[in-house]
């Protein structure tokens, strides 16, 4: 039976989810451009995921283009009514894999149609504006306009709830005088950790935070610190690292992606994993050596 229910819950607009999610953006080709390398295997991960109790799934459109989405349909449509998918919307794919920005009212406005035609659903239950004012990392700039254009999508009833991703600070006060702000997605993990002061202000508000590349992303988490702890807890670094971003504030959400079975299954394990005092304090000073 799966542990997953140990990992916690938080709100996700009016919704209630577990704390541990799955991220679809491995499912995609090489790059997150064009279709998976094994189609079945895909579409096993996310059936398991379902079924092993995950019910917040965070995807996108431009994760492919379109193909995460449609393997997200083939796999669970009709969807199961606690199933919430997360997509977002501001960047497009370039013909040489390249992201690029999409704010344009128009490119907005297709952007979430396009979620919706390849989701086969009447509404989205989260949209998050993915800001690229730089491509790698949040940098400042004003929102207003693509926020007021999904905004006013949201109105429309297209939209249910609204996230922010790649974002500073001032830009989640800039977006919560626009609309209400559900979640906010940036890269945040054991090593990486610029956030530490965002995440207890939102917690403090009840919003959700959701650290994309928990495990480090396209470059995995290397640290001898980390597989020392993983060692001697009998298990693997990238579960210590899952289970140290759980403890590490109630309201993080977590979407590890993986294109593998078995892997997604060890992820789903790390909501069992407890840190005793001694890891926690020896994980710590893996973001003091981060350069």
């Not at 542990?3 to 090489?30: D, N």
């Not at 890269?187 to 508000?205: G, K, Q, S, V």
């Not at 590349?213 to 060692?231: E, H, N, R």
Request: aromatic content about 6%; glycine content about 6%; some cysteine.
């Amino acid at each position: 039976m799966s542990s997953i229910h140990q990992s916690g819950t938080f709100k996700l607009g009016e919704r209630t989810v577990k704390r541990l999610g799955y991220g679809a953006m491995q499912l995609a080709g090489p790059g997150v451009f064009g279709p998976p390398k094994d189609r079945e295997e895909a579409l096993r991960v996310l059936r398991e995921a379902v079924a092993a109790g995950v019910d917040h799934i965070d995807t996108s459109d431009f994760y492919g283009p379109h193909v995460t989405n449609q393997l997200i349909r083939e796999a669970l449509h009709p969807y199961p009514d606690d199933l919430v998918i997360v997509t977002k919307v501001g960047a497009r794919r370039g013909e040489d894999a390249s992201w690029l920005p999409a704010f344009s009212p128009e490119a907005l406005t297709q952007a979430v149609h396009d979620n919706l035609r390849n989701l086969r659903v009447d509404a989205l239950d989260v949209v998050n504006l993915r800001l690229m004012f730089d491509v790698h990392r949040p940098a400042e700039g004003s929102i207003e306009a693509p926020l007021t254009v999904l905004a006013e999508l949201q109105r429309q009833g297209l939209i249910r709830h609204i996230g922010l991703s790649n974002v500073t600070a001032a830009q989640v006060k800039e977006g919560q005088r626009i609309c209400e702000i559900v979640c906010v997605q940036n890269h945040y993990n054991l090593a990486h950790r610029a956030d530490d002061t965002l995440i207890d202000d939102l917690a403090r508000e009840g919003i959700a935070y959701v650290p994309f590349f928990p495990l480090g992303g396209f470059t995995p988490l290397q640290s001898a610190t980390l597989s020392d702890v993983a060692a001697r807890l009998d298990t693997t670094p990238m579960q210590v690292a899952l289970a140290w971003l759980l403890r590490r504030a109630p309201n993080i959400l977590l979407i590890p992606g993986t294109s593998s079975v078995a892997h997604l299954r060890e992820n789903l394990a790390a909501a069992a994993l407890d840190l005793p005092a001694d890891a926690l304090s020896e994980l710590a000073s893996i973001a003091e050596s981060a350069i």
